[in-house]
């Protein structure tokens, strides 16, 4: 029980502040600034507006393993390079590592279901 605990908050966390993310979006003064002082173009900043909700998404629902793997992939990808570079903005930098740990708790206690299927080669190894 403890287990489906902590993925089930460390996901739903996670996915809310990727949700977020749709702020991205709406052009604000405080986003494109944030992003121009990192040095980021603005068509990045729509991508991740996005990818980031869409990835959400496939946290969320059930199944689409394959998929899953590649939306936890992508999200570590953009939480490690947001650490990065909030680092050498002198941004906050410890909340999208936090957000990292919490993913990696997600993924880590993730039931069998949302798991890709083992196959009998790969359990012999």
Not at 13 to 21: E, P
Not at 79 to 90: C, E, H, N, P, V
Request: aromatic residues 12%; without cysteine; proline residues 6%.
């Amino acid at each position: 029980m403890p287990r489906k605990m902590v993925y089930w908050a460390s996901t739903a966390i996670v996915a809310l502040a990727l949700f977020g993310s749709l702020t991205y979006l709406t052009g604000s003064e405080q986003v494109v600034s944030g992003f121009a002082k990192a040095g980021y173009p603005q068509y990045l900043r729509v991508l991740l507006g996005v990818a980031k909700p869409l990835a959400a998404v496939v946290l969320l629902i059930p199944g689409v393993a394959l998929l899953k793997e590649w939306a936890y992939v992508g999200v570590a990808i953009a939480l490690i390079m947001a650490t990065i570079s909030a680092w050498f903005t002198g941004e906050i930098w410890y909340m999208p590592l936090g957000l990292l740990v919490l993913l990696v708790a997600s993924y880590l206690t993730r039931p069998a279901t949302r798991r890709l299927a083992q196959t009998p080669a790969a359990l012999t190894r």
